[in-house]
C-alpha cells in the first residue's frame, strides 16, 4: 500500500512544555484516520507541522514518499484547520479563485464544489456574512478543489449547531465513500467512530495508539442475558468460561465477554441447560469506553 | 513570478481599503496637477504659479517627483494593511496550508510592492511630461530628456518605503501598530539625528552626514532634496538676505545604492521572521 503521509519522531517544544513528543505513524492510502485526543494534546501541532505552518523543534514528516517538496505537496492536499479562514471582503467564489491560483489548479471546478457543500445559492456574497456553518463548508469546498489525496479535518464540526454538524457530517461521509484518505481531528468521539476505520490516540503530546478502530482495545464487549429464572440464569453464568464479571441490573445480567462469542450458540446451549432466555443482546464497547479506558491505563 | 504577482494582485483588487486608498492617490495626484493654475502673490510678483517657471522642463521633474512623493503613505498604508491583515485573517496560515511556501508568500507581496513603486513612477513621469508640454516655456528635446535621475530617485524612495511597509507588517502584525512603528522609527531617527548632531557640535566631527545617508528613511528623503529653492525669485530671496546660495540638488548613487541594500535587507528580514515562526 502507498503511504500517503509519514511521520517520524516529531517533536515540539514550546519553551519548556512538551506539545508532541516523539510521534511516528504511517498514513496509508484510502483509509479514514481519526486522531483522537483531550484538548491539548497536541492534536492541532501535529497537524500543523506537517501542514508546513509550525516548525516541528526535531522529528521529520514527508508526504508521498518524499518524492516532492512540502509546499508542492501541500497542492495535493485538501486541509483545514480549526477555523475557516479566508478574505472577509471577498465573496465565496473569490476566495475560491484564490485558492486555485494559490495550488496551480484551474477554477472551472468551483461551482460543482460549491454545489457539494450546498453553497451555490451564496456564491456571490461576501464571506463576511456567512455563518459559522457555512464558512465552514465553505472550507471544505475550498478543500476539495484540487480533488485531493487526503482530506485532513481539524475539528470540524467546532462550534457548530446541530444541524450544521449533521450536514458536515454527511459530506465527510460521502467524501470518504468515494474512496478519499481522510485523516479527521476530533475530541468528538462518536463524530469519529461513525466515520473512521484506524485511530491515532494522542496523550498530553505522547502517541498511545495506532491501528484500526477494533483492535484498540484487546475488548469483547459485553452480553445483556435476562430470564424469568435469575438465580437459575446466575449459575449457569458463572461456569461458562467465556463470561467475566456480571453485574445485576433491573433489564437483567449485563457480563463482560472475555473472548469473542456466537450469541445463536449462547442461546442454544442456555436452551439445552433448561434456561429460557428473555434477553439476550450483544453490546460492543463504545469507542468513548475504549477511550476512557485506554487514556487511564497510560 | 506571474502566479505571484497574480495571487497578490487578486488579494489587492478585492480589498475595500487598497480600493479606497489607490482612489484617494490618484485623486491628490491630478489635483495637485491643477495647482499651476493657482494665483499667487509674491513679493511684486502676480499670476499663477505655472508663470513662476515651477513647470518648465526639466525643473518640473524635481518638483513634481518630491510634491508627490509625500503621497506615497497612501499607497504604503494598502501595503501595510495586505500584509498585518494576513495575520488578523489568518489567511497566511491558509495560504501556506494550500501549499504556497514562505519564501512565495514573501516574494509574492515583494513583487506587488516593485510593481507599485514602478506605476507610481510611471504616473508621476506622465503627470510631469504633461504638465511640462502644456507649461513649460521650453520643449526641446535636450530639455526634456535631462534630470530624469529625479525618477529613479523616485522610484527608489518608493520601493524602499514599501519594503519597509512590508517588513513592519509581518513584525508587528496588526495594521495600526504597523504603522505606528513606521511613525515611532522615524522619530527614532530624527532623535539619532539630533544626537549625533550634538556629537559633532561637541567633539569637531563629522558623524552627522554619515548617519543620515545610512538611515533608511533619511537616506531615501535624502534622493529628492526640496526643489523650492532653486526657483529664480525664492532663490533670489534667500541670496538678498545671506549672500550667495549654492546647493547640490541631485540625485546621488551612494544613496540609491543604500536605498536597494535597505529593501533587500527587509524583504530578507521579513522573510527570516515569518520562517522562525509558528503560525
Known amino acids: 500500500m502507498e503511504p500517503i503521509l509519514s511521520i517520524s519522531n516529531l517533536t515540539k517544544h514550546y519553551g519548556a512544555v512538551r506539545a508532541v513528543n516523539d510521534v511516528s505513524f504511517t498514513i496509508q492510502k484510502g483509509h479514514v484516520y481519526g486522531i483522537l485526543g483531550p484538548n491539548g494534546s497536541g492534536k492541532s501541532t501535529t497537524l500543523g507541522m506537517v501542514l508546513n505552518v509550525v516548525n516541528p523543534s526535531s522529528g521529520s514528516y514527508s508526504w508521498f514518499g518524499g518524492t516532492t517538496t512540502n509546499h508542492d505537496a501541500l497542492k495535493e492536499i485538501g486541509a483545514i484547520i480549526e477555523r475557516p479562514n479566508f478574505y472577509p471582503s471577498m465573496s465565496a467564489v473569490q476566495n475560491l479563485e484564490l485558492v486555485c491560483k494559490i495550488k496551480n489548479i484551474a477554477t472551472t471546478k468551483i461551482l460543482e464544489k460549491l454545489e457539494v457543500v450546498d453553497l451555490a445559492a451564496r456564491k456571490d456574497s461576501p464571506f463576511s456574512t456567512f455563518s459559522l456553518g457555512m464558512k465552514q463548508r465553505l472550507a471544505i469546498a475550498s478543500a476539495l478543489l484540487n480533488d485531493p489525496e487526503i482530506l485532513i479535518l481539524d475539528e470540524p464540526t467546532n462550534g457548530l449547531d446541530p444541524q450544521g454538524i449533521r450536514k458536515i457530517r454527511d459530506i465527510i461521509q460521502q467524501i470518504a465513500g468515494t474512496g478519499t484518505t481522510i485523516l479527521l481531528a476530533s475530541h468528538l468521539l462518536d463524530e469519529v467512530e461513525k466515520v473512521c476505520t484506524h485511530v491515532i490516540v494522542l496523550r498530553s503530546g505522547t502517541m498511545i495508539y495506532c491501528g484500526p478502530v477494533d483492535e484498540m482495545n484487546k475488548n469483547f464487549g459485553s452480553v445483556l442475558v435476562n430470564a424469568s429464572n435469575k438465580e437459575q440464569l446466575l449459575s449457569f453464568i458463572t461456569t461458562q468460561d467465556y463470561f467475566g464479571s456480571v453485574t445485576d441490573s433491573a433489564d437483567g445480567y449485563e457480563v463482560v465477554l472475555l473472548k469473542a462469542i456466537d450469541t445463536a450458540q449462547l442461546n442454544e446451549l442456555a436452551f439445552k441447560n433448561g434456561i429460557a432466555l428473555s434477553r439476550l443482546a450483544h453490546k460492543k464497547q463504545s469507542l468513548e469506553d475504549q477511550f476512557i479506558a485506554l487514556t487511564k491505563n497510560h | ?279
Open chain 2, 1 to 279: 513570478m506571474k502566479r505571484l504577482l497574480d495571487i497578490e494582485f487578486h488579494k489587492f483588487k478585492y480589498s475595500k481599503s487598497s480600493k479606497v486608498l489607490t482612489i484617494i492617490y490618484l485623486v491628490i495626484v491630478v489635483l495637485l496637477m491643477f495647482t499651476g493654475l493657482i494665483e499667487v502673490t509674491i513679493n511684486n510678483f502676480t499670476g499663477s504659479l505655472s508663470d513662476l517657471g515651477i513647470f518648465d522642463f526639466p525643473y518640473v521633474y524635481h518638483l513634481s517627483t518630491y510634491m508627490v512623493s509625500f503621497l506615497k503613505i497612501f499607497i504604503a498604508i494598502v501595503i501595510v494593511s495586505l500584509t498585518a491583515s494576513e495575520y488578523s485573517n489568518r489567511t497566511l496560515k491558509q495560504n501556506l496550508i494550500d501549499g504556497l511556501s514562505k519564501k512565495e508568500l514573501i516574494l509574492s507581496k515583494f513583487y506587488l510592492a516593485l510593481v507599485l513603486a514602478l506605476l507610481t513612477t510611471l504616473l508621476v513621469f506622465l503627470v510631469s511630461l504633461s504638465l511640462g508640454l502644456v507649461f513649460s516655456d521650453y520643449t526641446e528635446a535636450t530639455a526634456i530628456f535631462s534630470n530624469l535621475d529625479y525618477f529613479l530617485g523616485f522610484f527608489v524612495s518608493h520601493l524602499l518605503f514599501f519594503c519597509f511597509c512590508l517588513f513592519a507588517g509581518i513584525l508587528v502584525k496588526k495594521s495600526a501598530f504597523a504603522l505606528g512603528f513606521i511613525f515611532v522609527w522615524w522619530v527614532f531617527e530624527g532623535i539619532l539625528r539630533l544626537i549625533s548632531y550634538g556629537i559633532d557640535l561637541k567633539m569637531d566631527v563629522q558623524t552627522y552626514t554619515y548617519l543620515e545617508n545610512i538611515l533608511p528613511l533619511e537616506s531615501a528623503s535624502l534622493l529628492i532634496v526640496e526643489p523650492f529653492s532653486k526657483v529664480s525669485i525664492v532663490k533670489g530671496g534667500i541670496e538678498t538676505l545671506s549672500g550667495t546660495f549654492e546647493k547640490d540638488y541631485g540625485v546621488h548613487w551612494y544613496n540609491v545604492l543604500v536605498c536597494f541594500v535597505w529593501s533587500a535587507l527587509f524583504i530578507y528580514w521579513a522573510y527570516a521572521l515569518l520562517k522562525r515562526r509558528d503560525l
